[in-house]
């Protein structure tokens, strides 16, 4: 018990099992000074078996009794009051748990700092993700957007193109009718004309 006490760490321990020894030993005279009987317990109150009870007493309180090393025997820094133990041992034990306690709640706190650096990242790296998608995505767009308007520019030209040869074609026509109308026109105008001499010709070979 004496080195139990030299470790200061051991102080509720200690106590502890001083408390139920006393506290078995109080059982124990009550149990035993209860299961006496009356007529034992009379003949002490009248005087008649007193001195024998009392001598038994005695010897069951001096059995039972624990031994408790005198304050001289302790270590020095232990001359404690018991009646103001209680709270002290309390304080000193709550120290050692929260002591004992305070590792495991750094650990604990660490590895969910670790925990959420770890998700942070992740979740950065999906941010960073989800701009580079973006980005792509835009300049796919804007690809498209130009393939289809580069498209839509070959198809009008080739509209164009087929439009202007087909009125290319209708001013041909067109033309060519306009060149044989003119011909026939003159061809005609030369046939009247030489009609017309033939005529006057005629009219005077008459008149004579």
Same mark, same amino acid.
């Given at each position: 018990m004496l080195a139990r006490l030299a470790n200061k760490t051991e102080v509720a321990e200690v106590y502890s099992l001083v408390m139920a020894f006393l506290t078995d030993s109080d059982n124990s005279k009550l149990g035993t000074s209860s299961a006496l009987p009356? /007529?034992?317990q009379g003949k002490g109150s009248n005087g008649s078996a007193g001195p024998t009870h009392d001598m038994w007493r005695k010897s069951v309180h001096s059995d039972k009794?624990?031994?408790?090393?005198?304050?001289?025997?302790?270590?020095?820094?232990?001359?404690?009051d018991w009646t103001e133990k209680r709270p002290f041992e309390s304080d000193s034990q709550r120290n050692t748990q929260r002591q004992s306690f305070m590792p495991e709640l750094d650990r604990f706190i660490t590895m969910k700092q670790e925990e959420a650096k770890m998700y942070r990242a992740h979740a950065d790296e999906a941010r960073r993700e989800a701009e580079r998608l973006k980005q792509y995505a835009m300049a796919k767009n804007e690809e498209i957007e130009e393939e289809y308007r580069s498209r839509i520019t070959k198809?009008?030209?080739?509209?164009?193109?087929? @439009?202007? /040869?087909q009125k290319l074609e209708e001013f041909q026509a067109l033309e060519r009718a306009h060149h044989e109308?003119?011909?026939? /026109?003159?061809?005609?105008?030369?046939? @009247? /004309?030489?009609?017309?001499?033939?005529?006057?010709?005629?009219?005077?070979?008459?008149?004579?």
């Open positions: 009356e /007529k034992e009794a624990p031994r408790v090393e005198s304050s001289s025997s302790l270590p020095p820094g232990f001359h404690v198809l009008r030209l080739i509209e164009a193109e087929e @439009i202007r /040869k109308y003119s011909s026939m /026109k003159m061809r005609m105008e030369a046939d @009247i /004309k030489d009609l017309l001499l033939k005529m006057e010709a005629t009219r005077r070979n008459l008149a004579m």
